[in-house]
Nanobody
Framework: QVQLVESGGGLVQAGGSLRLACTTA????????LAWWRQSPGNEREFVAQ????????YYADSVKGRFTISRDSAKNTVYLQMDSLKAEDTAVYYC??????????????????????WGQGTQVTVSS
């Protein structure tokens, strides 16, 4: 079973920054598009950011564009989400997800179902106003 392990969540004041990290096994990492999603109480899980298998294409939700940056480090089998200018509405549990793709597939995988069962356990981010 594929394991994704998130870290880096915590409590931060509005306007502050956090960096989330998600580590997985090398084979999964190198063969997958990787994404961050989030879910707050009473709401559905929503897309935040995605990076292609090659690392050359990224997608962001409009609500985080210009504030969040997704990146991947092949040497560490880790995908990051740098979150700057945080707002109270960014408060949520953040999940990492992986989808196996071919190297040239740069599509945006915008549905929860696109990632099957390949999800991490989540890390809580709380932004105080």
């Amino acid at each position: 079973q594929v394991q994704l392990v998130e870290s880096g969540g915590g409590l931060v004041q509005a306007g502050g920054s956090l960096r989330l990290a998600c580590t997985t096994a090398g084979r999964t990492f190198s063969r997958s598009a990787l994404a961050w999603w989030r879910q707050s109480p009473g709401n559905e899980r929503e897309f935040v950011a995605q990076i292609s298998r090659s690392g050359g294409t990224t997608y962001y939700a409009d609500s985080v564009k210009g504030r969040f940056t997704i990146s991947r480090d092949s040497a560490k089998n880790t995908v990051y989400l740098q979150m700057d200018s945080l707002k109270a509405e960014d408060t949520a549990v953040y999940y990492c997800a992986a989808r196996s793709t071919i190297l040239t597939d740069n599509r945006h995988f915008a549905s929860v179902s696109d990632y099957g069962s390949t999800w991490g356990q989540g890390t809580q981010v709380t932004v105080s106003s």
